[in-house]
């Protein structure tokens, strides 16, 4: 099994959108409507942002929703700010009570 | 407050043995399947092993099945994995995750495992 395929990097300014696809397969996220996010600042704990697909846990900002299309889930973080500067990394659910996870996003807040 | 506190990571030799622990507070641990997931260095999170609530059932990634054993008290609210023969591939920062309904929606701050040629 290969990991969910995300983009190495993006970018954005203060202000701005910016999207972070995660592609995987019809055995995972095409599946499945367990696809998470997390939120990972250097020597952190991953801070879950999103799950099942589009749902967001208590605290976090509403500038964070989720969405799939078939084997693509995205992420869209609205009204960039600095401290969304980090790694992003997906998760679905592949059966069987395992996980796949994406490679990871390197989001940069010009 | 709810987290979860890993530890017994470090340097050990390729077939050496480690067993790393998991503190869970803040919750009732035994509620909740959990799972040890794994990062190595500049790579994705990977899954490793999961446990139901009570540790009657377990699973595993092929690439550590027949070596690692994941394990829990629920009296001492704790986690467990023994791993054994370990490789230079398992060198990474080994995480405890909680399982919400197939969600990973708890994670600790990770222990650093690094085996040695």
């Known amino acids: 099994q290969s990991a969910l395929t995300q983009p190495r990097s993006v970018s954005g300014s203060p202000g701005q959108s910016v999207t972070i696809s995660c592609t995987g397969t019809?055995?995972?996220?095409?599946?499945?409507?367990?696809v998470s996010w997390y939120q990972q600042h250097p020597g952190k704990a991953p801070k879950f942002m999103i799950y099942?697909?589009?749902k967001r846990p208590s605290g976090v900002p509403d500038r964070f929703s989720g969405s799939k299309s078939g084997n693509t889930a995205s992420l869209t973080i609205s009204g960039l700010q600095a401290e969304d500067e980090a790694d992003y990394y997906c998760?679905?659910?592949?059966?069987?009570?395992?996980?796949?996870f994406g490679g990871g996003t390197k989001l940069t807040v010009l | 407050e709810v987290q979860l506190v890993e530890s017994g990571g470090g340097l050990v030799q390729s077939g050496g043995s480690l067993r790393l622990s998991c503190a869970a507070s803040?919750?009732?641990?035994?509620?909740?399947?959990m799972h040890w997931v794994r990062q190595a260095p500049g790579k994705g999170p990977v899954w490793v092993s999961r446990i139901n609530s009570d540790g009657s059932s377990t699973s595993y990634a092929d690439s550590v099945k027949g070596r690692f054993t994941i394990s829990r008290d629920n009296a001492k609210n704790t986690l467990y994995v023994q791993m054994s023969s370990l490789r230079v591939e398992d060198t990474a920062v080994y995480y405890c995750v909680r399982d919400s309904r197939y969600n990973p929606e708890l994670w600790g701050r990770g222990t650093k495992v690094i085996v040695s040629s």
């Open positions: 099942d697909v589009s």
């Open positions: 803040g919750f009732t641990f035994s509620d909740y399947w």
């Open positions: 019809s055995s995972d996220v095409g599946g499945y409507n367990y």
């Open positions: 998760c679905s659910y592949a059966g069987s009570y395992t996980w796949m």
